[in-house]
T-cell receptor
Framework: DSGVTQTPKHLITATGQRVTLRCSPRSGDLSVYWYQQSLDQGLQFLIQYYNGEERAKGNILERFSAQQFPDLHSELNLSSLELGDSALYFC??????????????FGSGTQLSVL | AQKITQTQPGMFVQEKEAVTLDCTYDTSDPSYGLFWYKQPSSGEMIFLIYQGSYDQQNATEGRYSLNFQKARKSANLVISASQLGDSAMYFCAMRVRSYNTDKLIFGTGTRLQVFP
């Protein structure tokens, strides 16, 4: 158990809908990362938050948004969903130091299926 | 551009044998970190081993070791005494930091299958 909690584990929805994925980082971790894993794109970095502030942005679509709350949990909002958004969405957390050896701890992911 | 390349889509190994999973990377940063993660069929990403760019010795964690060849920009994962439970996807990753980014970038992965 990595200590990172993601809910829900599975989500099935229709095109055009909006969903929210939730992540609780490990206790003490200030950084939260969101990744998307799909068969054709592999593991893609979406966005990172550190202590409530957006710190880095990757290949995140404008239809997607995220935030990190004062209690450090994070939510990833996906709107106007398309079939191609079907993927496994991971949240990861880390302490948030500047060290290159700081590893990320991953949650078990949310499997999103858009029908 | 910073990039991780894993050229082996799939590998087979017999139980109790050793196997090497290849990883090459590209970066112009002098300071970087290299990671290996395992993803079993259940889906979670499990950290295995880390190697820093300034580390003089190859990293080891139990049956996992990292064959780090800096001049060749390679960071191959060696699994000794393979077990059936080692069957999984394996991802090589690199820590990328700059003034506006902080992330792990991943290779495409290698699917390892261990057979009896």
């Amino acid at each position: 158990d990595s200590g990172v909690t993601q809910t829900p584990k599975h989500l099935i929805t229709a095109t055009g809908q909006r969903v929210t994925l939730r992540c609780s980082p490990r206790s003490g971790d200030l950084s939260v990362y969101w990744y998307q894993q799909s068969l054709d794109q592999g593991l893609q970095f979406l966005i990172q938050y550190y202590n409530g502030e957006e710190r880095a942005k990757g290949n995140i679509l404008e239809r997607f948004s995220a935030q990190q709350f004062p209690d450090l949990h994070s939510e990833l909002n996906l709107s106007s969903l398309e079939l191609g958004d079907s993927a496994l969405y991971f949240c990861a957390s880390s302490v948030g130091t500047e060290a290159t050896n700081e590893k990320l701890f991953f949650g078990s992911g949310t499997q999103l299926s858009v029908l | 551009a910073q990039k991780i390349t894993q050229t082996q889509p799939g590998m087979f190994v017999q139980e109790k044998e050793a196997v090497t999973l290849d990883c090459t990377y590209d970066t112009s940063d002098p300071s970087y970190g290299l990671f290996w993660y395992k993803q079993p069929s259940s889906g979670e990403m499990i950290f295995l081993i880390y190697q820093g760019s300034y580390d003089q010795q190859n990293a080891t964690e139990g049956r996992y070791s990292l064959n780090f060849q800096k001049a060749r920009k390679s960071a191959n994962l060696v699994i000794s005494a393979s077990q059936l439970g080692d069957s999984a996807m394996y991802f090589c990753a690199m820590r990328v930091r700059s003034y506006n980014t902080d992330k792990l970038i991943f290779g495409t992965g290698t699917r390892l299958q261990v057979f009896p």
